[in-house]
Nanobody
Framework: QARLAETGGGLVQAGGSLRLSCGSS???????????MGWFRQAPGKDREFVAG????????QDAESVKGRFTIARDRIKNTVTLQMENVLPEDTAVYYC?????????????????WGPGTQVTVSS
């Protein structure tokens, strides 16, 4: 069964940078190469929220207003990875970040449009 896994989380000071990466593994490591991909996050006591999404071919990128201009999503179709480059992070960016594969070829801001999820990686921003 194909799986997703996030790496790159950790502790960072406000104003700093962090790079998250998402890769697939399992019986068919390239199972998600034709799927839209997204990053979501969930802070304690809050609902899971959309952060950024990208289409199967690297186009159709979307960003939440809260991260626009600071976070950048990209995908490498050769390595079959999706990254989230986080710049000028804020304490309110503290959350568990999840990578997800969409049901179709484009990304969506709705969690219900995603069929596979990684276990998540913790990002903590200190003030």
């Amino acid at each position: 069964q194909a799986r997703l896994a996030e790496t790159g989380g950790g502790l960072v000071q406000a104003g700093g940078s962090l790079r998250l990466s998402c890769g697939s593994s399992g019986r068919s490591g390239r199972m998600f190469s034709n799927n839209g991909m997204g990053w979501f996050r969930q802070a304690p006591g809050k609902d899971r929220e959309f952060v950024a999404g990208i289409g199967w071919n690297g186009g159709n990128t979307q960003d939440a207003e809260s991260v626009k201009g600071r976070f950048t999503i990209a995908r490498d179709r050769i390595k079959n990875t999706v990254t989230l480059q986080m710049e000028n992070v804020l304490p309110e960016d503290t959350a568990v970040y999840y990578c997800a594969a969409a049901r179709g070829a484009v990304a969506s801001s709705r969690p219900s449009e995603y069929s596979y999820w990684g276990p998540g990686t913790q990002v903590t921003v200190s003030s």
